[in-house]
């Protein structure tokens, strides 16, 4: 049974499903005819992808829904809406053709006058196209993340190196095994009104010291009569999460021709509540209202209509060396990359608040929605609490490099844009994942123009792998030009995975990290659940891979067996969570020296997979989770070890574990990534080398300690000490009450490897 809500009809339910194959379409099965008599029809649910529900199937499916609705009033207009479909759509009502739609995540809707029966049954056909793509270096699918990724399942060959490199004969490259498919959310009839707003469109400007912004707002409205209408549009703006006073703007007579029409209101706020994230201030947001009453009723009685969108007011700019500026105060990211699930429906949103919830406890202020879109209620729990949005455009690796895609994609790029335009979280695009050479010249060439074109306000990234000074490069001649264009400005860090050694990053000096990470296990627990016993333990090494394992780049750093499956989990959990602490550190140590924030790789698994999340797919915690937490912590107290003489990071002895006793300076850091000086007063420091000995134990004043600023409160010469020193501190105000704490093992960095891969 459909529910019926007000003038809307839901088609949520039970349908019929037809996994068609190809031999069938080719032998000319029509399901989209009223009379269609065959088929090998079965019960799916909508919302749904089609996988989730266990039916393997790539390629096309066949959905159909019987359904009576109630008749239809006389001042109403029907409309068939799709909240999405994955990925390819074409519908069907009562046997007139409505139309097509082409892309993951965008809703769309369909006028069905002409077709709709009230009061009769009617019959809804949508064919969906989800197929595997025979080229993943050239793929026709405008889809990322959730299809061509290697944080999903692929079909891999064994590792020896990077993975990614933007050549088609590499033969390691992932090839897709699945493409999630099917209604996945929301469909419904909906009897609209004879005016309707389509859309609220809404651009903030801050104006000096903030005393007052302009609220900029474009409406879409549908007249669906034949004459024109004059109607009085009331622009209203009240606090949603926070406690102050409304303000309306007077009246303003609009003219509605028949058909669409789009009509600028403005409004402006004095002394407004900001957007901050939630380390700077508080994400206050607004109720913006647009109501539309008629004018003069003589031209044909309407009820006044009215349209309501939660909105943010903020500004948000990046300069040319990478500073990023929220609200005219530059910050530093701390964030991660993130896609909720493999299937997008299998997500619900309150888990999906939860996931935004535990980027917040571990100290994140920005999140990278990784090629792809996820639905409403993420950017609107970022926008609740507080954390910017990257969003990537749904392109990941190679497509085809032809007008016809080209168009395709833009169209496609322009839903994404439209559809999340107005979240004060959202605060930059970036138009491709790890683009190719012919991507990179023509394809995202035309989504710079597109985007730029629907939104001037944010700033855009060209390729996520790249952060340099200054515009992009409009294109490449040649491979090997944009191999040392990379190796110059690489936005990903991977050494101490993939090439180098940990200690690498001393002497990185990236503009932004988009990516840096380790591989570890997942708990025992859900190991367990994952794999059968004969392939848990000893390692199956092909199950482990088809779970997304990469055993020959971990024996590099764990070449002796571990002797049973808790030692190998412990071991892999306490190397990244060693990896995101030294790097984390080193990087927040040289704020701005140029780097601007740093964003893991990644949060949560997809799947049930060996990768480098930091979450597993049931969302338990690796020990990396609370690493992150304590090296993103926004006031964050961190030690140094350097060999006295030493003129640097990452200039000290080749191995100076293996050294004996020797002089060294222990320096302590304070980052203070607030809006507020820190009031330290006070630090206690005991340290113990590594013969246990207790080489440092002191408390000793030190100076209050900028705004949004890295500096050394404190430093000690240490004579015949052998490292690693085990460190123990707090930084207290002058009541004793803490400020940051710091418990770590403190090495001096080794030699850089200076290992950047080649793009060739």
Known sequence: MAAVTGFMLSLSGIWEFWPITPEEEAAGAEPWWPEFAGGRWQPIRVPGHWQAQGVDHAGTAWYRRRFVPPPLPADRVPYLEFDGVDYRAEVWLNGHYLGTHEGEAEPFAFRVARALRPGEENLLVVRVEAPLDPRPEHKRIAKGGTYHWDCLPVEQRPLLDCPEVPSSANPQYPRPVTNPGGIWREVRLHYRPPVHILRVDVQTWLGPDHEAADVVVAIQV?????????AAAVLSLQPDNFVGDGIAAPPAVVTLPPGLSTHTLALKVEWPALWWTWDRGYPHLYRLAVELQPVEPAEGFWAPVRAERRIGIRSFHKDPEWGLYLNGQRIFARGTNYLSAHFLSAVGPEERRRDVALMREANMNMVRVFSHVEPPEFYDACDELGILVWQDLPFQWGYES?????????????????????HPSVVLWCLHSESRLHDYNKLDEALW???????PTRPIVKDSVLAHPGDPPAYFRTLEDLDRFTRQHFSVLWNGWYWGALDDVEAYRPYFVTECGTQSLPGVETLREMLSPD???????????RRGFQPNIYRRWFPREAPSLEAMVAESQEYQARF?????ESLRRRKYQPTS???QFHFVDTWPAITWSILDHKRRPKAAFAAIRAAFAPVLLTFTLEPV????????TADPLSAGPAAYTLAAWVVNDTAAPVAAAALSVTATDATGRVVLEERRPVQPVDTDASQVVARWHLPGVRPPLTVRAALVDREGRPLATAEAEVTPPAPPTGEIPSML
Do not use: K, S
């Not at 549908?222 to 004059?230: D, K, L, S, V």
């Not at 003489?645 to 000290?652: A, E, S």
């Open 222 to 230: 549908a007249n669906e009569g034949p004459r024109p209408r004059r």
């Open 402 to 422: 032809t007008p016809e895609f080209i168009a395709r994609a833009v169209a496609v790029a322009r839903g994404v844009v439209e559809q999340l335009r107005n």
């Open 449 to 455: 123009h597109a985007v730029a074109a629907m939104d």
């Open 535 to 545: 392939e848990l333990w000893p390692p199956d090494w092909e199950a482990w891979r």
């Open 580 to 584: 995101y602490r030294r790097v984390i």
């Open 597 to 599: 924030g740093v964003l």
């Open 645 to 652: 003489g030493d003129q640097g990071p990452g200039t000290g």
